[in-house]
C-alpha cells in the first residue's frame, strides 16, 4: 500500500518541512503521528513565511487533506491560532481532520515543563517549554485529557479534577506554584475550545484505512528526529515521544504493510538544539559561519543551535532504525563558502572504532570523531536546479554520503525557496 513516511535523521531541524511540502504534491493525505507544538516547520512560499507547529504542512495544498493523528499531543489553542492566522492568509482549514484519540497539552502541562527545567538547573534537558513532555507523562499515566473529552462537558469536569488533583500536588508541594483551579480551566475549555475544535475531530484511523485501500498516497510527516526519540535518541536528553519510523503505524493507526518509502532526511551538517552529547560539535569560526550562514536559530524558541559535521555514524544508524530506503539532504548550499568539508566516519571509544553507534550511551559521551575531508567547492550553489550542473567536489561529497549510509539521495536541498531543490530519479 502506498504509505511515505518522513523522518529526520539526526537532532531536528533537518528541513523536513521542506522536503513534505515537495513529496506532499503528489499525495492525498499528510498525517502528523508523534510530537506537538515543539515542532517548527517554516515554508516559504511565494515570498511569504509560514511558520506551522501543529496543522501538517501538507495544509498549504487545497488536494491535500491534513491529519493530525493519535499519537500527537496538541494544545488547542496553539492549534486555533494556527487556523486563524492561516485562514487570514487565505488557507482553506475545513479539510483538517483531528483524531480523537490525540492527548491535549493544556496550561498546566507548560507550566510543569518550566518548572522541571528551572529545578534541574544546569542538568536541564533544554527543552522547548512546550509541556510536551508532561503532557506525554500524563498520558502514560492515564490521567491525560483527550481531544474527545472536549466533546462531553460533564466527563471533560470529572477527567480535569482527577488529573489536577495529582497534578497539583506536585504543583504545590514540590514547585511551591498555586497550583490550576480544575473548574475555570474546565469552564473555559468548554466555552471558548470546544465549540471551535469540534468540527476538526473526525475518523482519522477510518479515514486513512479506506485513502490507503484506494490505493491514494498517504505521507506520514515526523516531528523532531531520530536522535530526540525517547527509546533511540541520546537519553535524557530527548523528547518524549518516538519520531522513529516505527511510530508512524503506532501514531495514526494503521499497520507496517501499509509503508512502501521511508525518506530520511538529512542536512548536510549537523545540527542540535539543547542539551546532550554532540560528537562533532564545531566551537571554533567554521561553526559560526554554519550558524550564521545556515541561519540556524529554532523556528519555534529563537536559540541559537549547536552545529558540528556530518556525522556518517548517526547517519548509518538512523538508517537502520528507520529502514530509510532513501535520503533527502538538505541545506548543501550553506557548505558553499568552505575551503575543506569533514564528515565523521567512526567513532573511537576506548581505543576502538564504531561504525554504528556505540551499544552503551554512556561511550556515547566520550567518542571522538574519526574525520575524512574533502576540498569544498566554493561556488554558489542556489541556483542550480541539475545534478550536471552540481560541481565535481558537491558530487563527491553527496556520493560519499551515499556510500556512507547505505541509501541513495533522491532528494538535495540548495536554499530556502520552494523551488530550491534538485530530485535524482531511481
Ligand atoms: P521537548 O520536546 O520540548 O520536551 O524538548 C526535548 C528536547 O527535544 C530538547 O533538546 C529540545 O530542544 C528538542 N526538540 C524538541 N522539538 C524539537 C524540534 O522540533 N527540533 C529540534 N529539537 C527539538
Known amino acids: 500500500m502506498p504509505g511515505s513516511i518522513v523522518v529526520g535523521t539526526q537532532w531536528g531541524d533537518e528541513g523536513k518541512g521542506r522536503v513534505v511540502d515537495v513529496v506532499a504534491r503528489e499525495c492525498a493525505h499528510v498525517v502528523r503521528y508523534q510530537g506537538g507544538h515543539n515542532a517548527g516547520h517554516t515554508l516559504v512560499v511565494d515570498g511569504e513565511t509560514f511558520a506551522l507547529q501543529l496543522i501538517p504542512s501538507g495544509i498549504l495544498y487545497d488536494h491535500v487533506v491534513p491529519i493530525i493523528g493519535n499519537g500527537v499531543v496538541v494544545d488547542p489553542y496553539v492549534l486555533l491560532a494556527e487556523i486563524d492566522a492561516l485562514s487570514e492568509k487565505g488557507v482553506d482549514c475545513a479539510r483538517l481532520m483531528l483524531s480523537p484519540q490525540a492527548h491535549l497539552v493544556l496550561p498546566y502541562h507548560q507550566i510543569l515543563d518550566e518548572l522541571a527545567e528551572a529545578q534541574l538547573g544546569a542538568n536541564k534537558i533544554g527543552t522547548t517549554k512546550r509541556g510536551i513532555g508532561p503532557a506525554y507523562a500524563d498520558k502514560a499515566s492515564r490521567i491525560g485529557i483527550r481531544v474527545e473529552d472536549l466533546l462531553d462537558p ?95 503505524l503506532v501514531g495514526s493507526g494503521i499497520g507496517p504493510g501499509a509503508i512502501d518509502q521511508v525518506i530520511g532526511i538529512a542536512k548536510a551538517y549537523l545540527t542540535r538544539v539543547g542539551s546532550g552529547p554532540f560528537v562533532t560539535e564545531l566551537n571554533d569560526e567554521v561553526g559560526d559561519l554554519l550558524v550564521d550562514v545556515g541561519r540556524e536559530y529554532g523556528t519555534n524558541t529563537g536559540r541559537r543551535r549547536r552545529v558540528g559535521w556530518f556525522d556518517a555514524v548517526m547517519a548509518r544508524q538512523a538508517v537502520r532504525l528507520n529502514a530509510c530506503t532513501e535520503i533527502a539532504l538538505t541545506k548543501l548550499d550553506v557548505l558553499d563558502q568552505l575551503e575543506t568539508i569533514k564528515v565523521c566516519v567512526a567513532y573511537e571509544v576506548d581505543g576502538q572504532r564504531y561504525e554504528y553507534l556505540p551499544h552503551l550511551r554512556r561511550m556515547h559521551d566520550r567518542a571522538q570523531p574519526v574525520y575524512a575531508e574533502f576540498p569544498g567547492w566554493q561556488r554558489d550553489l542556489s541556483e542550480v536546479t541539475k545534478r550536471e550542473d552540481l560541481p565535481r567536489e558537491a558530487v563527491e561529497y553527496i556520493s560519499f554520503l551515499e556510500r556512507q549510509m547505505g541509501v541513495p539521495v533522491r532528494f538535495v536541498c540548495v536554499g530556502p525557496g520552494r523551488e530550491q531543490y534538485l530530485r535524482f530519479a531511481a
Open 154 to 248: 460533564d466527563h471533560l469536569r470529572l477527567r480535569l479534577n482527577s488529573a489536577l488533583a495529582e497534578r497539583n500536588v506536585l504543583l504545590r508541594d514540590v514547585y511551591g506554584h498555586e497550583g490550576v483551579d480544575p473548574d475555570a480551566l474546565a469552564d473555559e475549555l468548554i466555552r471558548e475550545v470546544a465549540p471551535r475544535v469540534a468540527p476538526y475531530i473526525g475518523d482519522t484511523i477510518g479515514h486513512l484505512h479506506e485513502a490507503l485501500h484506494a490505493g491514494q498516497r498517504v505521507l506520514f510527516e515526523g516531528a523532531q528526529a531520530t536522535f530526540l526519540d525517547l527509546d533511540h535518541g541520546t537519553y535524557p536528553f530527548v523528547t518524549s515521544s518516538n519520531p522513529v519510523a516505527g511510530y508512524a
